[in-house]
């Protein structure tokens, strides 16, 4: 239920048990930020959690946050650029890794 609330993409489906298997066999939970800029006005954003699966690709995963970014990202004066680099760099990194978080969270459910 827990995990329900905090709107984790790709673990619809899952019960605790399966989610702990996808787990060990190398699953991540990701998230990416992305920015959208208007002239004079630079918002910082971040996607939902991201379940990736052991056979999914982060960067594929990623991939609509990052776009946004490079049409959307630089054209806000003058922080748009700064920080559509900074965080193009930090999709091509694999975003922001929450896998930690979320077994403890798991960890607490299962008690």
């Known amino acids: 239920q827990l995990l329900r609330e905090l709107n984790i993409q ?17 699953a991540t939970f990701r998230r990416f930020k992305y ?9 910082l954003k971040q996607s939902p959690i991201i379940s990736i699966r052991t ?3 982060y960067l594929v995963k990623g991939l609509p946050y990052a776009l946004k970014t490079l049409f959307f990202g630089w054209w806000g004066v003058p922080h748009g650029p700064i920080y559509s680099i900074g965080y193009l760099f930090s999709y091509l990194f694999g975003g922001e890794n929450l896998t930690k978080e979320i077994k403890e969270l798991l960890k607490k459910v299962e008690k």
């Open 35 to 43: 920015v959208i800029s208007v002239i004079f006005a630079t918002y």
């Open 55 to 57: 056979k999914e690709n």
């Open 10 to 26: 790709g673990i619809e489906n899952l019960t605790a048990d399966e989610l702990n298997k996808e787990l060990l066999n190398g």
